[in-house]
């Protein structure tokens, strides 16, 4: 049996993999990634917004990129602006920092533009 904080981390997963950032022009830079995400949370009890929050924010410095890149646009939508300078602040010290730099501000226009912030 599924605990339910793996069914809860088994679908923001899927949020962050489907649909396929550059996938379509609907998705070319995360915009429905971020959207669906951003909606997730919105619709979550307290207890839940914690946990996945814990991950958005864990996911926004990996070195993963499309995954650190839609998580600084969903914590910016969120209003979460420390967890924006910390993903930042990491992105800095980063061997392609500047490249990095350069897709945590597409997230955060795509957010702006796609999920106001709360």
């Known amino acids: 049996m599924t605990a339910p904080g793996e069914v809860l ?3 923001i997963l899927r949020l962050y993999q489907e649909p396929g950032i ?13 959207q ?3 909606g997730k949370y919105r619709s979550l009890p307290p207890a839940e917004r914690e946990r996945m929050l814990e991950m958005v924010i864990g996911f926004s410095t990996s070195p993963d990129l499309a995954a650190s890149f ?8 969120l209003g979460k602006t420390c967890e924006v300078d910390q ?3 990491w992105a800095e010290n980063q061997q392609d ?6 897709h ?3 997230g955060i226009s795509i ?3 796609f999920s106001p912030p709360d």
């Open 104 to 106: 945590f501000d597409i």
């Open 9 to 11: 981390e088994s679908e």
């Open 87 to 89: 993903a930042y602040r």
């Open 22 to 34: 550059g996938a379509s022009y609907q998705n070319t830079y995360g915009e429905v990634n971020i």
């Open 70 to 77: 839609v998580s600084v646009g969903v914590l910016h939508a």
């Open 111 to 113: 957010a702006q533009h």
């Open 36 to 38: 669906t995400l951003v």
């Open 97 to 102: 920092g500047r490249s990095i730099v350069s």
